[in-house]
């Protein structure tokens, strides 16, 4: 593994920087240092009196050879023993070797770390002046990395209102980009592996059962986890069965869009409902079923007005093709044996001027070959198609990446390394803005990996647009959020369960951190760095068009039950949420028949009689299918970098404990509290999933990374 060799260069500490009566020497410490695994390297000095208690250090490495430039050396935590008391220093960031060449041109990357001692400080408790001095030099070489804006305004990307404008090439070597997104080269080489493949897969397939030989032999060849494959080949043994399809809603990646429906006024619904078929709601009234609580629904108006896609479609399949964008709904109706069931599909094409069109379930017993079995599956099919464009761009990248991205910057801009609401929030935000870079570069932009093989894909920002014109604050408030979807009492629904359990651990965690870093709410009000990155977040994160009065993100905070909830609202998006809607891409959309990715055939009309034929010619090429199942694949693999709330030995995960800036023992004490309760809700999502054909662990807090790295 690279590190810093004695022959290229050292590592120099400062204690006590820019202070007149107490700085020390620069101390070097000549070695070996293993950048990818853990170690401790001692080193003892002679130090005159005047130095006196360590309160800051500086670190700094420098390399004799421009060859060093891209190797980064983690520095977890420095600690000093002086005069028989210890000192610790939470650094928990890369460092990389600076040299004269380096520091004439930059390279994106900090030059050095000016680390605070102890458990933090907030800057009106700072009586120092050299101490405020390093703390304001941090945050002026942080601002200059990551800025908001390019060098001129009207160069702020388009691809979504008023988010990060880190574009630019320094961007790159912030929080060692290059060395910890390596893992990420199957997305990235994607394109030369196309060209591959072109000529080799088959043009089209004569069977749905196909799809599923599709999977495995690509799992194969492309040696993917074989458990991950096997899960996704479970799905396709029973995808086209109602409950099973009802169940997807509930616990599948786009598990939060479900809501319950408690009128139909002001619904697509009107016009098809005096067509809905006796058999589908067990002989209720569907008046007495909304009146009982039992039908929900999961719309996709995100999509209203989005252009058909396919503008990639002769590069990748020899042929120009339209991918259709279609606007599907599906009502839900909650049987008396607690399954949910799709009873009604509305698929809208009024893009092309059509009207929409309602489809309905045939009766129970109905042969799968049957004309009415047919159509049902088909509409289905328009349906999943809407919905995995709808989850990719808005619930997982849009809600799950690009809201993220705008609170990390924010804190990296405003919160000092030794700030305690930066070190409690540092281990959540750490990699967002180098992932974030990457994901604009290789998913989102012109001829993008979304571009290949999304129906929506040509049409990114207008689907951004869409979803953030009803996306507030208050969405980020989970017990509220479930509320306000109606969903306290949707049985089977794990993912709402697990949610709640999370949001419960963490908000109790960090009411604990805010009361350590402010006895009083008048500390959070004079404390003008917190300050001024809840008022950046309004003003540089969501103030531009698409965000109504700034999506209700509050612009200050005087109260520490608000700021518990903001903080809460922050970690719990980062981790938890992006967890639950993005670990499990593969198992439920890799069957092309499950959930197509882009459907090439107009939707039926409704007379029209359906045929197996008409299915197959309307799905995706199998070209379309690998680019889906592989981007799948890769993004919803965790990363080697990935922290958990959980370690596990059995497969290597790394949990919070020690991966934090956590020092002070009252501050160890909470973080190990947390640590117990995720314990215990482990247990309980044992517990619950025995027994069950499809075990609900996404959220089980072995598998939840502390932090959004893919």
């Known amino acids: 593994s690279s590190g810093i060799n004695a022959e290229y260069g050292s590592v120099f500490i400062t204690i006590n920087p820019y202070s007149e009566d107490t700085e020390s020497k620069v101390l070097e410490i000549k070695g070996s240092f293993p950048s990818d695994s853990e170690g401790t390297v001692t080193a003892d000095f002679w130090l ?20 060093m430039s891209k190797d980064a050396l983690y520095v977890r935590r420095i600690t000093i023993l002086y005069d028989e008391n210890k000192y610790v220093f939470p650094a928990k960031n890369y460092l990389f070797p600076h040299n004269e060449l380096q520091e004439k041109t930059g390279n994106g990357c900090l030059p050095y770390l000016l680390v605070r001692e102890g458990a933090g400080t907030l800057l009106l408790q700072e009586t120092d002046d050299f101490v405020i001095k390093a703390r304001n030099k941090d945050l002026e070489m942080t601002r200059s990395m990551i800025p908001w804006n390019g060098p001129n305004e009207e160069e702020r990307p388009k691809l979504f209102p008023g988010f990060a404008g880190n574009q630019e090439s320094k961007q790159e070597g912030f929080e060692a ?35 599923a030989a599709f999977i495995r032999e690509n799992g194969d060849e492309q040696a993917w986890c074989k458990s991950t494959v096997h899960k996704a080949l479970k799905i396709a043994k029973v995808y086209d069965d109602d409950e099973e399809f009802g169940r997807e809603m509930l616990c599948g990646p786009n598990a939060p869009q479900i809501k319950r429906l408690d009128s139909l006024e002001e619904t697509g619904w ?48 020899g042929e120009k093709q339209t991918w259709y964008v279609v606007s599907a709904d599906c009502m839900f109706y909650v049987k008396e044996n607690k399954k949910m069931v799709p009873i009604m599909i509305r698929l809208d094409n009024s893009i092309d001027r059509s009207k929409p069109t309602f489809w309905y379930p045939p009766e129970p017993e109905t042969d799968k070959g049957d004309h009415d079995s047919m159509r049902w599956l088909l509409a289905k099919l328009y349906f999943r198609c809407a919905e995995v464009n709808t989850h990719s761009l808005c619930t997982h990248y849009a809600r799950a990446h690009a809201v993220n991205e705008v609170f990390a910057v924010a804190a990296y801009r405003n919160l000092a390394s030794a700030h305690p609401i930066f070190r409690l929030l540092q281990p959540h935000i750490q990699g967002i803005i180098p992932i974030q870079l990457q994901a604009r570069k290789f998913l989102l932009g012109k001829n993008s990996v979304y571009a290949k093989f999304l129906s929506a894909g040509d049409n990114i920002e207008s689907v951004f647009h869409n979803y953030f014109k009803t996306f507030t604050y208050r969405d980020l408030i989970i017990p509220e959020e479930t509320k306000k979807r109606g969903v306290e009492d949707l049985p089977g629904y794990f993912y709402r369960d697990d949610i709640l359990e ?41 103030r531009y068009r698409g965000f109504p009065d700034s999506a209700g993100f509050p612009r200050s905070i005087s109260s520490k039950e608000s700021m518990t909830e903001y903080l809460t609202a922050i970690i719990f998006n980062i981790s938890v949420y992006h967890a639950a809607v993005n670990f499990e891409t593969f198992t439920y959309y890799s069957y092309t028949p499950n959930a197509p990715s882009c459907l090439k055939l107009p939707p039926p009309k409704q007379d029209e009689i359906v045929t197996m034929e008409r299915i197959l010619n309307t799905l995706p090429v199998p070209v379309i299918s690998f680019i889906a199942m592989d981007t799948a694949y890769h993004l919803g693999t965790f990363s080697h970098m990935d922290k958990f709330y959980l370690g596990c030995e059995d497969v290597s995960r790394v949990g919070m404990v020690g ?23 482990k247990k309980k999502i044992d517990e619950r999933n025995k027994g069950l054909y499809f075990k609900y662990d996404v959220l089980s807090p072995e598998n939840v990374p502390i932090t959004t790295q893919t």
């Open 48 to 67: 005159p009196e005047t130095v006196m208690e360590p309160k800051l250090i500086k670190i700094a490495i420098k390399s004799k050879f421009a060859k």
């Open 502 to 542: 999370h949001w419960s651990l963490l908000e109790s965690y960090v009411t604990e951190m805010v009361s350590m870093a402010y006895p009083t709410d008048a500390d959070i009000v004079e404390d003008i760095e917190i300050q001024n990155f809840i008022r950046e977040v309004v003003d540089e994160g969501f």
């Open 177 to 211: 980009f290059n060395k910890k997104f390596s893992h990420k080269a199957g997305v990235m080489a994607l394109t030369n592996l196309l060209d591959d493949l072109l000529g080799v897969l088959p043009d089209t397939f004569s069977k749905l059962e196909q799809y």
């Open 270 to 317: 009107k016009e098809g409902v005096e067509k809905l078929p006796d058999h589908t709601l067990e002989g209720k009234t569907l008046d007495d079923a909304i009146k009982e609580g039992q039908i929900f629904e999961v719309t996709n108006e995100n999509l209203l007005g989005i252009s058909h896609g396919g503008k990639s479609s002769k590069m990748l399949t």
């Open 659 to 681: 991966e934090n800036m956590a020092v002070a023992s009252e501050q160890v004490e909470c973080l190990q509290r947390l640590t117990t309760g995720m314990r215990g809700l």
